[in-house]
């Protein structure tokens, strides 16, 4: 039904697509996986005919007996959203935020059928019935759902015509574990009951595994390697695919274990928060409780995991832990002293912290210098520029960057790169904890496991204990020796990692482990 | 970046500016004729070989009127612009640092500001103060100030959360510090871009208040003035009228494509477009 042959993309002197040759049967779902800048979305949005400004495409994209190449923009045009259906990352950008629901599914309708706006307002009602969203009206504007519900409604729109191909990139990714699985179970549902075909997009091999009835392997604009999902990786014939399957599966071994009666590093007791409520005109609102009471407590060396979803209340607990913003009841201990917003700035040497994004985390204007060097600030003698210039590159060797990066700025560096450098900012100071705040989340695979176990050697030779929080199971299972899960603002369940993967007590924990993708069982679901 | 590095706009404006500029620097030195120095026998002359532009009703040579009507109207609104941004970006910095009564009090102040037409704000400010080219560089900074403020206050809130500016509070630096190291420094960029634009505007505002004869006093030199002089005769002496009028055009016009040219190159906003 979709051919592909030769596909090449050239943007600028570029050549980013190398020549595809990729086949899709009707009722199929094939799942292309890879790292960023493998290609992925490029060759998505070639079918689509929406390749970026300027870029060159060649080859063939043959679409139900015609060749998409060949086609004017207004013939395409017709294509799209109708024979042919699009889901994005992002449900909040997809969506346009000053149109009803309803509308944007309807205007799909109106665009390729004759349809009166009744008829386009039934079809619309039919659509976001099947997607789930029965008790949700039309009039809804997308900021009143949430996330899970908005990448419903972007996928009402794409199979409100019941296109025969669907085309989804990164479905699931900007949503939460429970819900991600939920999406998935969706979009196959659909394609399954009109018979259409499905191309799933994703980095994550274990989601590919599961739900894809074939894969192909991208790197650097050409596919290493195509077949059927089970034959696939039963084999694992491709270098490439073996390392990615390996990568997203390996976890770092541990030499040190941290001592159980050591009195804890940090310490939470009974911690409460409040927002300030919605505020009316020269007056407050009721404050929300966000966090009704949580407890917690890090020992020397020790690899903590936080996970929930969003919001569940795991920022609001960071950022009062971190004491960046004042507990309305209980407190916050680190190193034994009570820790809040207006201690002393030396005490915050002992907790320190990074990012999920590290673009976003380093001031794209300062060399790495000034901004590995930037929490010094919290010692309490002033060191000299060589003294500084000292420090700084020997924490840079310490997470495997040359000296000469010091005198660079952020973007010259790759992403994993630069979480390097967030975390050489982080231990600059040698602190006692450091918080990761979903940390690996925005790293490819082979990248993040080397992260973990640069975070794993370090923990090893420093003593220097994590709080891990992220969403990630995965990684969790794999890294911590304790895990807290949260829920509605509470811990509802905590204890050895290995212990509550194997016999989670809490439902929700249940469901947290149930719903994260898994290589090795999906393969297994398959034989 | 994709951009063409210079646009048209940008050079024609940049050129332009560079001229007034130019001009105003010159005449610190150096005008074709004293402009003190009066030929009453000539007045209302037209151009000659002489005298490029012609004569004034005094019989001042108005090329030269022209370029201490530059340096006049270069002066004013550079100072105005580094008053109200002298203000304003400070203000600006403490309201997006401080939230709370402070930001409320600091945007009160400038909607206060806003709310007065700007010209009409200045010719209060000059009728109350007396004019002359001081007041005239005071009222004008003034309604230049809320612009910097709000303009400032804004972009400052967004980069407010951003990850390293949170990286820098867990490092224990207080909001003072944040806005001058992390907040300033990306504002840059957004702030040539405005004062440039500012710039244009002192110059039309301190053309205005000469014309109403609130701004520089004579002997001093300046377009404003040179046309309400010109008013009276321009049934007789048309070309009186047109050599300030088109001075005052080129050089907003100059200073405006300037300042689109430079916010295509450097606003940052722009660049989430790429």
Redesign the interface.
Known sequence: MLEIQGLKLTL?DKLILKGLTLGLDAGQVLGVVGESGSGKSMTALSILGLPPR?ATVEGSIRFEGRDLLGLPDAELARLRGDRIGMVFQEPMTALNPVMTIGAQVAEVVRLHRKASRAEARAAARKALDRVGLADIPLSRYPHELSGGQRQRVAIAIAVVLCPRLLIADEPTTALDVTTQAHILDLLLRLVREDGASLILISHDLALVAQAADRVAVMKDGEIVEQGDTAALFQALAHPYTRQLAADAERMPVRARKPDPAAAPVLEAREVVRDYPGPRGFLRKGAPVRVLPGVSLEIRPGEIVGLVGESGSGKSTLLRAL?A?DPVQDGEVRLAGEVFTPSSP??R?RA???V???PN????P?WTVERLVA??L??LDDKLSATERRARVEAVLAKVGLPREAADRYPHQFSGGQRQRI?IA?ALVVEPDVIALDEAVSALDVTVRAEVLDLLARLSDALGVAYLFVTHDMGVVRGLTDRVLVMQKGQIVESGPTAEVFADPRHPYTAQLIAATPNLARALAARA | MSRSRLSPTLIIGAAISVTFVAAALVSLVWTPYDVTAFDIGHRLQGPTAAHWLGLDHFGRDVASMILLGARNALSVSLVAVLLGAGVGVPLGLLAAASRGLVDELVMRASDVVFAFPALILAILITAVLGPGAINAVIAIGVFNVPVFTRLTRGSALSLWTRDYVLAARAAGKGPMRISLEHIAPGLASLLIVQATLQFSLGVIAEAGLSYVGLGAQPPAASWGRMLADAQTLVAVAPLQAIFPGLAIVITVLGLNLLGDGLRDRLDPRLDEER
């Not at chain 1, 976003?360 to 001031?363: A, F, I, K, N, V």
Request: without cysteine.
């Open positions: 600028g300027g971190l960046l700035r030396q915050r907790l320190q912290l990012f999920q994004d976003g985390s380093l001031d204007r930037e929490p600030h919290l967030a900012r």
